[in-house]
């Protein structure tokens, strides 16, 4: 089993800054027999005093040096061993985290020293290969964005989970760097990208939390095995009481987002020392992207900036407390180690059997235990096999920064064939050759059962899609008989119950719909006939009929005279003139009148002289009681008609202007509408229509 690790906690208490007022009520206490302390007077009763202990505790006349050589050096080693340090300055808004962290040039801080360290640790290896490469991003406001792009446009980068659980941030750019001038000019840079803000505490008040990452790489000679090593350098930003910082609206935004991050970050502390079954690292991107430094598998070193005088007292008890409780979270601490040959495929027996479905449990990410106190969880993480100053050495991506690599952390290689099987006893013991066979003859019974059950499991699943297509046939089967069932004729009596409902039905109208019918029945008869007709015959035919209704008519048996006069429409159904007796038979009919039927016109007559056809203009006798017909010569070659035509009556008849009376006339005219007719005119049109219906009435 790997060591479990505390994170390590150094407290610095800043100096005062112009404007301060001088005071002890926050104090650094260093003494030969006891760890050194912090000590605060409580805001409630002065006589009392706190004191909170820790590893290191830095009074206000500590350099950057010396904080640099007692707690940060020694990690180097650690990030060269390949293991994952996560360093962060936590504390109230100008407490001097910045400063502790980045420093300046005169001060540098923590991150150009880290630097200046790492670049020294790798000229002094003989490894063949290591480099370093560095990203940096920001948080702000709970959206995480790259400072090694172009600020305006960089994105938000979104915060991942690969396969094997580590937390990563996608797309963050990671830039080699061969030298200190080379990481100074990007920092610099990256820096001004950085979003930082005037307030009343501050003048250059970080509105972000920063995250520089440094990884390294070594590849062995032999090239068989890689070692990833990463140190984080966070710089929070502080916990802000916006009656001191005076924020604007904007810097209220932002700080209480700060507020909000570092509360879940409080919350995460405090779970993982409950030894809670949730720990909500996903409340915030904070957490989610410290996750690997908060009770998992980094080294971390907090280091917590505290600002003097009664002023920030309360904040920093707050710091303070917070530093306890983190005091107490425990690491386990991974050697990221990537074998670069690839692996032999394992023989099946060698497979080691799913785990049991109702076993979750088992399958805990890698011990991050709680506190000694807490309860502590349980590991797949095989007993080491190598150690290296007290840190298992198992293949594992580690956390945040660059994007995830493609070792497997140890927690999930369920399979690796036998050297896996080997590789899974608890302390490394080694199995005997019976021990194997038996595993082999287990896990061969396994493979059987596994392979009968996916069988069984695939006929279940033939079955059920056969008979699915069964049921969609029936189904569609059904559904096609229901619609020939749709166009057959309903069953007979089937509407008697509606038609009884409606007996109130008023009579006429029925009656009128009976007509229309039989019209309707009729004209489909004719129309039909008709279309089967010649041009020639459908003429003949239609003259047939007039020259029926036309005798029909003199007998005074207008409804017959009526019905032929229709048929013959059939067959001419262009004929103006046809329409217009129609219609005049109509009305006569409809309003008991008499039919006057308009005089037979007289034969085409060639001579130019005006031709007087009185009595014997109507060859067919339709002449007496009409009106003779003017009809002469235009001396073009075309007659001309002289006053009303073809004997229709203007004076006395309705055709000139009909008002149907409650009933629709045979043009569609509603009732009591008006339809006019042309009883009058000489256009070609006229005279072609008349001629047409002159020809049959000469026919006939
Ligand atoms: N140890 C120190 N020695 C000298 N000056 C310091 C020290 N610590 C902090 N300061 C000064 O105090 C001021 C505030 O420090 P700094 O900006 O580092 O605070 P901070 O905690 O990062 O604040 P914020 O959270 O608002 O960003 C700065 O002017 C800084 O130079």
Not at 188 to 210: D, E, I
Not at 239 to 253: A, Q, W, Y
Not at 305 to 311: R, S, T
Request: with cysteine.
């Amino acid at each position: 089993m790997s060591a479990l690790q505390r994170i390590r906690i150094a407290a610095r208490l800043r100096p005062r800054i112009d404007g301060e007022v001088e005071d002890t009520s926050i104090q650094v206490i260093h003494s030969d027999q006891a760890a050194s302390c912090i000590s605060i007077a409580n805001p409630r009763d002065p006589t009392q005093v706190f004191k909170f202990p820790f590893s290191s505790c830095y009074d206000q006349s500590s350099t950057q040096e010396e904080i640099f050589d007692r707690d940060v050096q020694p990690l180097i080693n650690v990030v060269y061993s390949g293991v994952t340090v996560t360093i962060f300055a936590y504390g109230v808004t100008s407490s001097g985290k910045t400063h502790t962290m980045q420093g300046s040039k005169s001060q540098p801080g923590v991150i150009p020293r880290v630097v200046t360290a790492m670049f020294q640790q790798k000229s002094s290896l003989h490894r063949s290969n290591v480099s370093l490469a560095v990203s940096y991003m920001e948080i702000y406001k709970d959206e995480v964005y790259d400072l090694l792009v172009n600020r305006e446009t960089a994105p938000k980068l979104p915060v991942r989970e690969n396969d094997v659980g580590q937390v990563f941030v996608a797309n963050l750019t990671s830039i080699p760097i061969n030298s200190i001038e080379e990481f100074d000019a990007i920092y610099l840079q990256a820096s001004k990208h950085r979003s930082v803000g005037s307030t009343n505490l501050n003048h250059a008040s970080s509105r972000s939390h920063a995250v520089l990452t440094i990884e390294v790489t070594m590849t062995d000679s032999s090239e068989e095995k890689t070692l990833t090593g990463k140190i984080n350098l966070v710089d929070l930003a502080g916990s802000e009481n916006n009656k001191l910082t005076g924020n604007d609206p904007t810097r209220m935004s932002e700080s209480s987002a700060i507020n909000k991050s570092l509360s879940v970050l409080g919350q995460v502390v405090h779970a993982l020392n409950q030894g809670a079954s949730r720990i909500p690292y996903r409340n915030s991107k904070l957490t989610r992207i410290l996750q690997d430094a908060l009770g998992g598998s980094s080294v971390g070193l907090l280091i917590c900036n505290l600002a003097p005088g009664v002023k920030f007292r309360q904040d920093t008890l707050n710091t303070l407390n917070f530093a306890v409780r983190t005091k107490n979270v425990e690491n386990r601490p991974v050697i990221n180690e990537r074998n670069n040959k690839p692996k032999p495929k394992p023989h099946f027996a060698a497979i080691q059997p799913p785990p049991p479905k109702l076993a979750p449990a088992v399958l805990q990410p890698v011990s991050t235990a709680g506190s000694s106190s807490g309860p502590s969880r349980q590991s797949l993480v095989p007993g080491p096999r190598q150690s290296l100053a007290g840190f298992s050495r198992v293949p594992r991506v580690s956390g945040f920064g660059i994007g995830p690599s493609t070792s497997l952390p140890t927690r999930l290689r369920s399979s690796g064939g036998v050297a896996a099987v080997k590789e899974k006893e608890p302390g490394g013991m080694q199995l005997t050759d019976k021990d194997i066979d038996e595993r082999i003859a287990k896990a061969v019974e396994m493979e059987v059962a596994r392979r009968l059950e996916e069988r069984e499991k695939e006929r279940v699943k033939d079955e059920e899609e056969r008979r699915a297509k069964e049921q969609a046939a029936a189904e569609q089967e059904k559904s096609a008989s229901f619609d020939q069932r749709g166009d057959q004729k309903l069953p007979p009596g089937i509407l008697t119950p509606l038609l009884r409902k409606h007996r109130d039905l008023d009579d006429e109208l029925k009656t009128r719909l009976e007509e229309l019918e039989e019209k309707f029945e009729r004209g489909n008869k004719e129309t039909q006939l008709a279309d089967v007709l010649s041009p020639l015959s459908k003429k003949k035919t239609g003259r047939a009929y007039v020259a029926l209704a036309r005798a029909h008519s003199e007998k005074g048996d207008l409804q017959v005279a009526l019905e032929l006069y229709r048929k013959a429409e059939s067959y001419v159904p262009d004929n103006i003139k046809l329409k217009e007796r129609i219609i005049e038979i109509e009305w006569a009919a409809k309003n008991n009148k008499e039919f006057v039927p308009s005089p037979k016109k007289v034969k085409k007559v060639k001579t130019k002289k005006r031709k007087d056809v009185k009595g014997v203009a109507d060859g067919l006798g339709h002449a007496q009681g009409g009106r003779e017909s003017d009809v002469f010569d235009n001396g073009k070659g075309k007659r001309k008609q002289d006053g009303p035509s073809f004997g229709i009556e203007v004076t006395n008849s309705p055709f000139k202007k009909i008002k149907t009376e409650g009933w629709e006339d045979s043009i569609g005219t509603p009732p009591g509408q008006y339809h006019n007719i042309k009883a009058e005119g000489n256009d070609e049109l006229e005279w072609a229509s008349a001629r047409n219906s002159i020809d049959m009435e000469d026919a006939a």
